[in-house]
């Protein structure tokens, strides 16, 4: 007889948990239903275009009402009773609902006092600037973070890229004024764009033989390699799009440097592979909604460290363009604090750049500005980036010869896009 309503008791207890996570897909349905009706913009580089695509009042309300109603349900729930599909929903729902409503609140104090014009001298110099900031700071790297904690994070970084720098310019046993001397030699630039085409080919060739070693899963679409045509984009070393790798070669001769670090970093396994990833991985209708740029540039700029093992950065000029980039990268960080948050002129944002990087001050001012435009964005690549590192370090600690660098590469990307604190789960669940 106890048997009986022993099994009696298990079959209802089953039941009420088959109920509630049906319960929960049809919340989780709804959620999906009702934030597409809302129709919110996506997050813009720029402040002002951001602040430009604020709704009326009534809109705000909508979203309100939306959000809320969407916290409020969520506590009914207990994620411990979920599937591990589910379990992802509920955080994800979770994390962007208090994001969008810390968000309406800055929308709807900016209704209450917007100026008759933007001020685009910098997101500081708005109304409730600071406040602004730090929403954008938590929102472009997917996590909670402070604006005075990352600086802190930034000043670290650059600290600890300039060792590696001192320790690449040892090894060519100049000095250290003879090496940035050497940098600019004409040796290291490429007019002709056949071998640059040539050379990023040759990468492409190495990196992809090498690929195994590092990777689960080596099952991508084929990547073009093509000389970019999109002037507007001159100033950047190349970019990636549609399974295609564009270097830009235009007025100036090509940095040589740059060919390794830069295919790693746009192409594979940084940004071409990990997009092919994510195309494979299924995913919910909720995870669907969202994208996480925190992760992904933060991804491939993680990749470049693994070039060594790629079979690339042969040289120490090779390793060197690596880190040229990578102090640039590690400087924005406190810079972009500095201006946004601490509200620092040009001179002093560019007096921290000449203290800390040399032999690059022809690209200053146009950071500079890039920070005041878009504030914030550049966090994304150096933030995220360092929680990989110091998770890859921290299971080889804890698993010594049993840890494998390619079943750690599929626990961060097999997931799909996420936010950061979801990433660590899956790294160390």
């Known amino acids: 007889m106890k048997t009986f309503i022993a099994t009696i008791s298990l079959c209802v207890l089953s039941l009420f948990h088959t109920s509630k996570q049906q319960n929960f897909d049809a919340f989780c349905s709804r959620f999906v239903s009702g934030y597409e009706a809302l129709n919110l913009p996506e997050l813009d580089l720029s402040y002002v275009t951001g602040l430009e695509r604020i709704g009326s009042a009534d809109d705000l309300q909508k979203q309100l ?39 309406l609140a800055l929308e709807q104090d900016w209704l209450k006092h917007k100026p008759a014009q933007i001020p685009t001298g910098g997101i500081i110099t708005i109304p409730n600037g600071k406040a602004w900031y730090a929403y954008l700071l938590k929102r472009w790297v997917d996590a909670d973070v402070t604006p005075d904690q990352i600086y802190q994070f930034g000043l670290t970084e650059v600290t600890r890229v300039q060792k590696h720098i001192e320790a690449v310019r040892a090894q060519t046993g100049l000095s250290e004024d003879a090496f940035y001397k050497h940098l600019n030699d004409s040796s290291f630039f490429e007019k002709d764009p056949e071998k640059v085409q040539h050379e990023f080919e040759h990468t492409k060739a190495i990196v992809y033989a090498n690929l195994p070693r590092l990777f689960n899963n080596t099952n991508i679409p084929p990547l073009k390699i093509e000389k970019g045509a999109a002037k507007q984009l001159a100033q950047t070393p190349g970019y990636y799009n549609d399974n295609t790798f564009y270097y830009n070669l235009f007025d100036k001769p090509y940095n040589k440097r740059q060919f390794d670090w830069l295919f790693i970093h746009e192409a594979v396994p940084g940004h071409h592979y990990q997009l092919s990833i994510v195309a494979q991985t299924k995913t919910s209708e909720v995870q669907k909604l969202f994208f996480y740029a925190g992760l992904a540039e933060g991804w491939a700029a993680y990749t470049e460290e693994l070039g060594k093992q790629l079979g690339a950065y042969q040289t120490p000029y090779d390793e060197m363009g690596k880190w040229e980039w990578d102090i640039v990268r590690s400087v924005r960080v406190p ?27 022809d690209i200053a001012m146009r950071e500079i500005a890039r920070m005041r435009r878009w504030p914030a964005q550049v966090v994304t690549y150096k933030y995220g980036a360092l929680q990989l590192l110091h998770w890859k370090e921290e299971l080889q600690k804890k698993q010594g010869k049993n840890f494998n660098i390619r079943d750690f590469h599929s626990r961060v990307l097999d997931h799909g896009s996420l936010p950061i604190f979801l990433v660590k789960k899956n790294v160390f669940g």
């Open 65 to 103: 009402t939306f959000f809320k109603s969407i916290q409020t349900e969520l506590a009914s729930y207990k994620s411990e009773e979920l599937s591990p599909t589910q379990k992802t929903d509920y955080a994800l729902i979770a994390y962007e609902t208090k994001l969008n409503l810390e968000h």
């Open 335 to 361: 810079l972009d604090v500095g201006l946004n948050y601490y509200g620092w002129t040009d001179a002093q944002a560019l007096a921290f750049w000449k203290k800390n990087i040399r032999n690059q001050d």
